[in-house]
């Protein structure tokens, strides 16, 4: 696949994705006041790459899933998750931020109060949203607990909660290497993972496909991450569409820690290593194999 192949096969994945999304959200706004509704609406429907539900459904079809609409349902679940992340992250007992994707944060439109729960209500949701649509896929009702938990380990305290944590109180800090990695590959990298096992996981791959693709994962989380370091450190907020920027935040980057020579250089390196981890198995991915490029080309 070129890279051309691959714009377009991004945004026709979007595509999918913003319409389960449409989907979940609708009902969710069905059960909730309708401030709290509209506040899950402008912080889910507000664009983004949709990078997790892509790499998810892109493993379930790498490794053999035929699920259509349904697939993209579980894919979904993790950018409901992503979305509250971000929604929190953005309060003012966070990041303090009031730009979002272009737009203002979530808590500067619907404040603070609605904003927490609209958050909060996105994550029994998510779950639900995982557990219903994972049960229709190939893995059935027994294996849709696992997906699951695959889902409710990454965002949680070992994983993206815990993550967060380490950022916030790491800020006004000068992080060791190996403590930069370990937050990342929590707050960032567990749930890119999640999103890969998780597809292979629905579509029944065989374990060591599994545990191939979660290398991957890790891999490209840290890409990914370098990257973002990367960005923040020579794009404007108003390129971006977020703010604050890392240096206002005060935060060990990879950038701070090694400059930006030698972090673009482990960011190659990081992606080699994915890539050698799907080469470590028998599964067709021409997709996977150039997305992994593409987590360091992006410019947002
Ligand atoms: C209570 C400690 C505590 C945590 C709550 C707030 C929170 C949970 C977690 C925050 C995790 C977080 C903000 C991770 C950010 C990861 C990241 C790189 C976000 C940007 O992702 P992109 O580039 O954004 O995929 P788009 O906009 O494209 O979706």
Known sequence: MSGLHL???????????????????????????????????HGVMSGGKRLRPILCSTAYRECGGQGGGDAYDLAVSLEMIHAYSLMHDDLPCMDDAQLRRGQATTHSEFGEDVTMRAAAALIPAATRQALHSARKLE????????VVQELLEAAGAGGMVGGQWLDLLGEGQTLSPEELDELHRRKTGALLTAALVMGALAATADEEVVSALASYGRAIGLAFQITDDVLDATQSAESLGKNPSDVDLDKSTYVSLYGLGQAREQARERVADALGALGSVQIDAPVLTVLAGYVIEREK
């Open 7 to 41: 714009k377009e096969y991004l945004r026709a994945e979007a595509l999918c994705v913003e319409q389960a999304l449409e989907r979940a959200v609708t009902v969710l706004e069905s059960e909730l006041e309708s401030d709290v509704g509209a506040a899950i609406r």
């Open 139 to 146: 893995c059935g009702v027994a294996g849709a607990g696992v």
